[in-house]
């Protein structure tokens, strides 16, 4: 554990070493996440994109409340005649299974991802956004090595990667989807990561790329307008707050799902610890499936009795919103004043078609398997998320940020981590690779190798459906988290699910 040092954790190695480079030249945590964020829209560009959205926490040294800036994606505010539009399906490819998505300009909402960045700098930020987008560019320009598992996720998600001519030519250029090895380069991307630095987020408002978004969406069959894009705005909202083993655990309000499920999940062990129950497996295990049955009653019975009608009230609220449960990415980040930032983004997988010559696809929200018909969706509606970057503040000042990705076991994750940080007090990089499970709303388990002894015994004998997957797999998340303690060490754990790497600047 090293001493008065700053410390990131993310997903990719461009992603840290733009996140270090800000540091090094006196920037703070944010304007870091700031650079880390720009950096995944090159180097991760299978879950974030400037046509995205996310969320940042943010803590302030030697504060005891944080910040939550949302910057999700919103619902168009007219719906098209559905003969008008361009939604239709595509399978991504995972191996042992196959998952419909539904892309097309029809499926993309209003992205909140840029103004979201400009938000947090002009709130946050201390380096100019010039300064911020300089490694974002260099890398887009210059291009790098695709490394095997973003190889990886280019095979999974092929369908959309070669969809038209414009992403073909970034992701394809030959005919042929890049491998490991290859240089990836995004020129266009540079240019309008240089540009948007220059410029502002009106830019993508009523500036060229702005125009661009609203003119490709009307004629290629989509739903979004200028007006979506001029009527969106970032929120700042005031974090659910949770104390959890003496420490307060700053989560995702409503209308993101996550903080509500996760507090209640807390909530539950907390209950069964009052019980004389043993907060291990078998708790985690009840814990998410009463979290489940909570979820699917909107809240109430169990919720309301466990949290006097908390708890029950936000997923109440946060099941108001039409959900978005996307492949992420996340970016943590802790100077060495203290300051602390959690930022994850998402783009979904992307609609298939690049806006413009600008180097980026729009989001394909609207095309989640669970929206239901192509008309449900409510007009003019922040989304629902179930991204959860978070920040843990233990009662002696140490600070943890941590955030990950994987849909829907995002929370399940988080949780885990948590309680391995809380209850068994293990360091970072041991809470995040030590073995997961998850259960899923129709009971099903899956779990990893490596839980302790007896347990996967247990598991198999309480659930005969229960999956054993062989290896540690990102299918159970990737938190990247970061932690600063009382004393000024830290530490850094990168998840190695999905490849995360930590440094220590």
Do not use: C
């Not at 910057?71 to 595509?90: G, H, K, M």
């Amino acid at each position: 554990m090293a001493k008065g040092h700053s410390v990131v954790a993310a997903g990719h190695e461009l992603t840290v070493q733009a996140v270090a480079e800000i540091l090094q030249d006196g920037g703070n945590a944010f304007d870091a996440a700031l650079a880390g964020a720009l950096m995944t829209f090159v180097a991760e560009a299978v879950f974030a994109s400037p046509g995205g959205g996310g969320f940042l926490m943010a803590r302030r040294a030697g504060r005891s409340d944080a910040t939550l800036f949302d910057f999700f994606a919103e619902t168009p505010l007219q719906r098209r005649a559905a003969d008008e539009v361009s939604f239709y399906p595509i399978y991504a490819d995972f191996g042992p299974a196959k998952q419909e998505f539904h892309i097309g300009l029809g499926a993309s909402a209003t992205p909140g991802a840029v103004a979201g960045l400009f938000a947090v700098h002009e709130a946050l930020g201390t380096l100019p956004m010039k300064r911020l987008a300089e490694p974002a560019v260099r890398a887009a320009r210059a291009g790098f090595p695709l490394t095997p598992f973003q190889a990886y996720l280019f095979t999974v998600i092929a369908p959309i990667l070669t969809a038209s001519r414009g992403v073909a030519a970034i992701f394809a250029p030959d005919g042929k989807l890049l491998e490991a090895g290859q240089t990836f380069r995004n020129a266009g991307l540079a240019d309008t990561l240089e540009w948007l630095a220059e410029d502002g987020a009106r830019l993508f408002i009523d500036g060229d790329v702005g125009r661009a978004i609203a003119e490709q969406s009307r004629t290629l069959g989509g739903h979004l307008t200028g007006d979506d894009l001029k009527r969106y705005r970032v929120e700042p909202r005031e974090p659910l707050t949770w104390r959890y083993a003496g420490a307060t655990v700053a989560l995702n309000p409503p209308p993101a799902a996550s903080g509500a499920l996760i507090a209640f999940g807390f909530a539950y062990l907390e209950a069964l610890g009052e019980r004389g129950r043993a907060i291990d497996v078998a708790a985690l295990r009840d814990a998410m499936e009463a979290t489940n049955a909570a979820r699917a009653t909107h809240g109430e019975g169990l919720a309301a009795r466990l949290a006097g009608g908390t708890i029950a009230k936000e997923l109440r609220e946060a099941e108001r919103h039409p959900p978005a449960h996307r492949g992420t990415t996340h970016v943590s980040v802790i100077d060495s004043d203290g300051n602390a930032a959690a930022i994850s983004l998402s783009n979904g997988e992307g609609n298939g078609f690049i806006v413009g010559n600008f180097g980026f696809m729009l989001n394909n929200m609207l095309g989640e398997d669970d929206l239901g018909p192509l008309d449900a969706w409510r007009e003019g509606t922040r989304m629902s998320s179930m991204m959860a970057p978070t920040i843990v503040l233990a009662p002696d000042g140490t600070v943890t940020a941590l955030g990950t990705g994987g849909s829907n076991r995002i929370r399940t994750a988080i949780l885990q981590v948590a309680v391995n940080l809380l209850d068994h007090g293990m360091d970072l990089e041991r809470a995040v690779e030590a073995a997961r499970l998850h259960v899923e709303r129709e009971g099903k388990v899956s779990f990893e190798p490596g839980l302790p002894d007896g347990a996967e015994e247990a598991l198999l004998a309480g659930a005969p459906e229960a999956h054993a997957w062989p290896a540690r797999n990102l299918f159970f998340g990737g938190v990247h988290a970061a932690r600063r303690h009382a004393n000024g060490g830290v530490e850094g754990a990168g998840d190695p699910r999905r490849r995360g790497v930590a440094v220590v600047i």
